[in-house]
């Protein structure tokens, strides 16, 4: 396996990957199925900006740039997710099987 292939694996899996599973599992367990809207300004602003930075580099044709950005914000989005636990924060059984 090249560096590239396992770059984008681990990328993957262990970024993006580990963010969707987190935020689907965590919608679906505290919030039944229904995702909430943000209530953080600053995680939106920094969503917005991402956006905009994402596609100015896609209208220039810096692909690499553009992937930068993305994975910039996937690794603040699973920041937020970690330091807050937007999604159902102290409801339901913990790692490890205990209540809160």
Known sequence: MT???QRY?????NDLGNL???TL???HRYRG????KTTDADLKAD???MTASYRERMVQLDFSGALT????FVTRANQY?????????????RAGGAAR
Do not use: H, Q, Y
């Not at 694996?9 to 899996?13: E, V």
């Not at 199925?33 to 909430?36: A, D, F, I, L, R």
């Not at 636990?85 to 339901?92: D, I, L, S, W």
């Open 3 to 5: 560096r590239v292939e």
């Open 9 to 13: 694996n681990a990328d993957l899996a």
């Open 20 to 22: 969707i599973n987190r």
């Open 25 to 27: 599992s965590m919608i």
């Open 33 to 36: 199925g229904v995702v909430p």
């Open 47 to 49: 969503a917005d900006k």
């Open 69 to 72: 950005e993305l994975w910039a």
């Open 81 to 93: 997710v970690e330091e807050s636990k937007p999604v159902g924060a102290g409801e339901g059984p």
